[in-house]
């Protein structure tokens, strides 16, 4: 599976397009639609769309092929670009460790679309931009057509 165009919109939506490196809610270094910087990465001079296109494209496909190898159960496109969205937002290793996860490999999609919405703090405070994503990934959740193959 592949990430949508719908679910492309809400992570290019969701992030927006910066084109020098700023802070992101969590104080991590970040460019681009939510590229986090890594180790040696710098762009003094900033980057253009296309540059960030490039980088948004290569940091979704990791984020797709996450949720490939962690989830068990059949997916429908929309709990893909829901799932998809939130491993690019909050990293893999969120994902793996979550009660989100246990759930839906677990068969219980409803209760694991529930643990979406719980995600929607920076630090000890809610943040209203989290909470409008995740509400955005759990409308997601529940508008695809379900898939014919699983996700693993």
Do not use: C
Not at 27 to 48: A, Q
Not at 87 to 108: K, M, Q
């Amino acid at each position: 599976m592949q990430l949508s165009a719908a679910g492309m919109d809400l992570l290019k939506r969701s992030e927006g397009f910066r084109g020098h490196e700023y802070l992101d809610v969590a104080g991590l270094p970040t460019i681009g639609y939510g590229h986090r910087l890594l180790e040696g990465e710098s762009f003094p001079g900033g980057i253009d769309e296309t540059q960030a296109e490039e980088m948004l494209a290569r940091d979704v496909r990791a984020a797709e092929l996450a949720v490939l190898r962690m989830a068990k159960v059949l997916l429908t496109q929309g709990q893909f670009d829901a799932l998809v969205d939130f491993v690019f937002n909050l990293g893999a290793g969120r994902l793996a460790e979550s009660t989100l996860l246990r759930d839906l490999n677990a068969g219980s999609y409803d209760a694991a679309a529930e643990q979406l919405l719980r995600w929607d703090h920076a630090g000890v405070a809610e943040n209203a931009g989290l909470k409008a994503r995740r509400q955005a990934e759990f409308e997601l959740w529940h508008g695809g057509a379900r898939s014919q193959t699983a996700a693993a």
